[in-house]
């Protein structure tokens, strides 16, 4: 099932919680929230308190990326933020079965992202136990940069693991995401499409994620 996911990275932070419930209005799927901490990447957005607030504003799904260096040590209170989707990088410090296993046990959906320098093959091991797996299309950190079409191979790897084991997972794609590379990444096998800038920085967001939504249709 394809998903649209705003990241909120370029919305107006000014008017969050209303920006937060027009993206429900719009016809998003789910609203993705970046969380930086200026460690694991070099730049720092918000953190659970922030999402918390947001919370109240629209029952739309939160697809939560964590950009942070130790992920298990906040999972509990991103969850009680709010979080549906809890996604953290592989390359994170914090054990990642550990990580997963304390995601799953608050009732969230574990999902595991890799950086563009990453193997796909470093999420094989965890496939039998996320819902999602995120490939970064863009270095991790900062919004509106170019998409980068030389992850397409790990994104066909993965679909095609994932066949092969007969798991049917989510494949995020994030960074870059606007019709032309959201056709490009669903082609690829992508299901799940992240898009920053070419949503919230569109006259029309309706019409925006429409666009993206149609692209990515067989
Ligand atoms: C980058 C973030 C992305 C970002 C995408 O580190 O993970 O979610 O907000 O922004 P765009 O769509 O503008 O590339
Ligand atoms: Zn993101």
Known sequence: ?????PSVLASDFSILGAEAKRMGECGADMLHLDV???CF???ISFGAPVIKAI????????DVHLMIKDPLFYIDSFAEAG???????VEADSPVSETIDKIISLGKTPSLSVRPSTDISSV????DKVGMVLVMTVEPGFGGQRFMP????KVRALREECKKRKLDIDVEVDGGINPQTAEIAARNGANVFVAGSSVFKSEDASKAIAEIRSATLP
């Open 150 to 153: 030389d992850m397409m191979s």
């Open 55 to 62: 919370r109240k504003c629209t029952p739309i799904l939160f």
């Open 83 to 89: 979080a549906d989707i809890i996604t953290f990088h």
């Open 124 to 127: 094989y091991p965890y496939l």
């Open 36 to 38: 930086m901490d200026g």
């Open 1 to 5: 099932m394809i998903k649209i996911s």
């Open 41 to 43: 990447v070099p730049n």
